[in-house]
């Protein structure tokens, strides 16, 4: 059991349970939402330890939700990680820019996604010291 709680954003249902079943059997907790409106309100009342962000939401897209939460006190040092079908030449480099910490390309890697979570994870964890919230 990580113990350690992921908001996952995503607008495709399949891509959502996906990522959340293979996060739950690692010992995540997951938190679901739909689209940048659903986000906002669990993270309103829960403060996860990093954000999986699908790009091409609709209405907001991730990348506005993105620099929005990087903004606000209470939620600018989640980590936030694009998990994105973008993944042309330079759309990385939009995502850092929105205020990405991390970005991932689906299809996903289903061997190698909760590792790759579970680092950016414990960076973040070592950065603050080694509390998490």
């Known amino acids: ?3 350690k ?3 996952v954003v995503d607008d495709n249902t399949v891509n959502l ?6 996060l739950e059997f690692e010992g995540y907790e997951v938190l679901k939402a739909v689209d940048a409106e659903s986000a906002l309100m669990v993270l309103s009342a829960r403060k996860p330890h990093l954000i999986l962000m699908d790009i091409g939401l ?3 897209d991730g990348l506005t939700l993105t620099k ?3 903004s606000v006190p209470i939620t600018q040092s989640i980590p936030i990680v694009a998990l994105t079908a973008f993944a042309m ?3 990385e480099e939009k995502a850092i820019k929105a205020g990405c910490d991390g970005y ?3 299809p996903i890697n289903t061997r190698s996604l909760c590792q790759e979570i579970a680092q950016i994870i414990e960076k973040d964890s070592d950065l603050e ?3 998490t919230s």
């Open 129 to 131: 010291g080694g509390s």
């Open 1 to 3: 059991m990580t113990g």
């Open 5 to 7: 709680t992921v908001l």
């Open 17 to 22: 349970k996906l990522v959340a079943d293979l």
């Open 68 to 70: 929005h939460l990087k």
């Open 104 to 106: 991932i390309t689906k």
């Open 89 to 91: 030449k330079g759309d």
């Open 58 to 60: 609709p209405g907001m």
